[in-house]
């Protein structure tokens, strides 16, 4: 990847227009920090706590176990998305970029064209919770002038992207940490209720759900850390940032689902907390963000099929069609399944990045950005293995697909149990195979 100087690094330094022009580095560990903190926290989270307490085709989680497989899966799948996001941090380029040394610039096409439609599924995704969240509110105000509102800002603060993240430090972060203090008090004066027919059976497939919250980030971590001023400082930032607001975020939505019961509202129940509308408009908010980076990050991946285009034109696409697409779209009931996709794709592929890129070429200053770096189809297959190992352990709840890998573990004879964490098991076994090819790299002669 061939690169121009970027204008003078001052603080106030917006990220470049174009895939060829060196990024600034002009974010601080704070603005970092909040970043990551702010998406740690989340509406989907308070609403979808029941991934983690409920795990499908498991007796109920205690608390205790509800917690642990939290903090687990949080902290693990955080440690994947800063591992892929501290090559971004160190070569100065966007997260599909990045892949370009990796699998090559042509080949890197393929995970970018996979990111820019998950990415545009997450911003139509964020648009509706935002929608219901305004909904939970007032249940006054038309769907699409929400939408519309809603998509609106959130592409513009696409085309802003570095300013956002300043903002958020300055201002937003407090008020977030404010309201889940509040919302934490308020329902924990309330007894949580008493759990029946519980068990520790579902806690791996529960850590397995933490971890693909976390390392849904992954396939955008580098388009923001790039711009950090240290590796190491922005991996603290991104980890403990995210780690501890998602923890939070989804343990009071523990605590609100179980006093919601099993046909209440999570929302409302946090609106029925005295003054509870006031903090629950901030996170309402707040949560626009997380369709800002959505859309940024798809602008990213589509530079890096178009290098030329402006990110600013890309951006304001992009937003458009998101916001098109969300005033249609209405079920989300899907949510858990998309978790298990997303985590089957990019916990394989943080292993074969991070193998390659920290014990391999990236180690012997090999790693290629050009426009005209190699194809590696060989790096294809320790992602492809990952990939099958976390679909055999852990094949979702879509029938048609989840009956084709039963047939696999039949044939193989591997039947999982509460043991068999997809995730990890994924990553470890795209790690080995990642580090076979590159131990038989270095023995080809030059």
Known sequence: MTTTTAPANAASAEAPLRLTTEAPRSLTFS????????????????????????????????????????????????????????????????????????????????????????????????????????????????????????????????????????????????????????????????PVPHQSGTSWSGFFPAVDAALALSVSFLPMAADYMRHARDARQAAGAAVSGYSITQFWCYAIGIVALLQAGPDGDVFHTMLGVAGGWVFFLVLVLRESDQSFANVYSTAMSIQNLLPSVDRRVLSGAVGALVTVIALFVHDLTQFSNFLLVIGSVFVPLAAVLGIDYFLGRGKEGRWDLSERSPARPVMLLPWAVGFAVYQILNPGSVSWWRHGWMHVQDWLGVHPGWWASASLYSFAAAALATGAIVAWDRRRPA
């Open 31 to 190: 603005d970092q920090a909040a970043f990551w903190a702010n998406l740690g926290v989340s509406l989907i989270g308070f609403a979808s706590a029941a991934v983690i307490l409920l795990p499908a085709g498991y007796s109920p989680l205690p608390i205790p176990a509800a917690l642990l497989a939290l903090a687990l899966g949080t902290v693990t799948g955080m440690a994947m998305t800063a591992l892929a996001g501290v090559v971004g941090t160190r070569t100065g380029a966007p997260a599909m970029a990045v892949l370009r040394g990796l699998f090559g610039t042509r080949l890197s096409f393929l995970p970018s064209l996979a990111n820019i439609f998950q990415l545009i599924g997450w911003g139509v995704y964020e648009l509706t919770v935002i929608v219901q969240g305004v909904d939970a509110m007032t249940g006054r105000i038309p769907r699409p002038l929400v939408v519309v509102a809603a998509g609106a800002l959130c592409t513009a603060m696409a085309i802003w992207p570095l300013s956002v993240l300043r903002i958020l430090r300055k201002y937003v972060t407090g008020l977030v940490g404010i309201s889940m203090l509040y919302f934490t008090v308020q329902l924990l004066r309330n």
